[in-house]
């Protein structure tokens, strides 16, 4: 079964500083990534998705995540955090199957990550 | 754009009671699906379903039934609630692989108290 450990649960950081938020999981076979956020009071959103090809993927509003397949990781980056970035963020991964109507996401726990502005 | 809407945003049930959440997309989307979102625990999935009248169990599965009659519209059925089902449920809806981007696309969801 796959499994996904999101390693901060919450994170505080000044405006500017740069961000880093760590996810490992835990399947065998080939992958899907994601990295959803949930801004406060709003509906969970994509941030960006890996499918294939290049490791380093840009998702909306200067994120960007690097795939390190060896490391069964998915980090999410951002170079200058600002307040509104202030949110919950879920890792989840999809395991990738023949039936393309099946597969199921698991995610992380979540991150909580405070912008002090 | 998408949208997957849910049928109350807040519900306040007694102990017992018989439970229905709606959820309605209007993609057209083969994959629906039922989630609770707890503090600390993220998103576990309770049921999905890929097809009409299909569906398969998540990874919580007890105390809950789900019903999927038409495409567009999945509900999540507690058959008898309880105080330890006090959550937020969300759902969310996917395309095929292949030929759509294989996100899912959220509800706003129900957060259920029951007393």
């Known amino acids: 079964a796959q499994s996904v450990s999101q390693h901060n649960h919450h994170v505080i950081l000044s405006e500017a500083a740069s961000l880093e938020l760590g996810c490992n999981y835990s399947?065998?076979?080939?992958?899907?990534l994601f990295w959803y956020v949930q801004y406060p009071g709003q509906h969970l959103q994509l941030l960006l998705k890996?499918?294939?090809?290049?490791?380093l993927v840009k998702g909306i509003k200067g994120f960007e995540a690097e795939f390190i397949k060896s490391k069964f990781s998915f980090n999410l980056r951002k170079p200058s955090v600002q307040w509104s970035d202030t949110a919950e963020y879920f890792c989840?991964?999809?395991?990738?199957?023949?039936?393309?109507?099946?597969?199921?996401?698991?995610f992380g726990d979540g991150t909580t990550l405070t912008v002090k502005p | 754009d998408v949208k997957v809407t849910q049928s109350s945003r807040y519900l306040v049930k007694r102990t017992g009671e018989k439970v229905f959440l709606e959820c309605v997309q209007d993609?057209?989307?083969?994959?629906m699906f039922w989630y609770r979102q707890d503090p600390g625990l993220g998103l576990r999935l309770i049921y999905f379903?890929?097809?009409?009248?299909?569906?398969e169990k998540g990874d919580i599965p007890e105390g809950y039934s789900v019903s999927r009659e038409k495409k567009e519209r999945f509900s999540l059925i507690l058959e008898s609630a309880s105080t330890n089902q006090t959550s937020m449920y969300l759902c969310?809806?996917?395309?095929?692989?292949?030929?759509?981007?294989?996100?899912?696309?959220f509800g706003p969801g129900t957060r259920l108290t029951v007393t």
């Open positions: 969310a809806s996917r395309g095929l692989a292949g030929v759509s981007s294989y996100e899912q696309y």
């Open positions: 993609m057209d989307h083969e994959n």
């Open positions: 890996y499918f294939s090809g290049d490791p």
């Open positions: 379903s890929y097809d009409v009248k299909m569906k």
């Open positions: 989840a991964v999809n395991a990738k199957s023949v039936n393309t109507n099946a597969g199921k996401s698991t």
């Open positions: 399947y065998g076979g080939t992958v899907n």
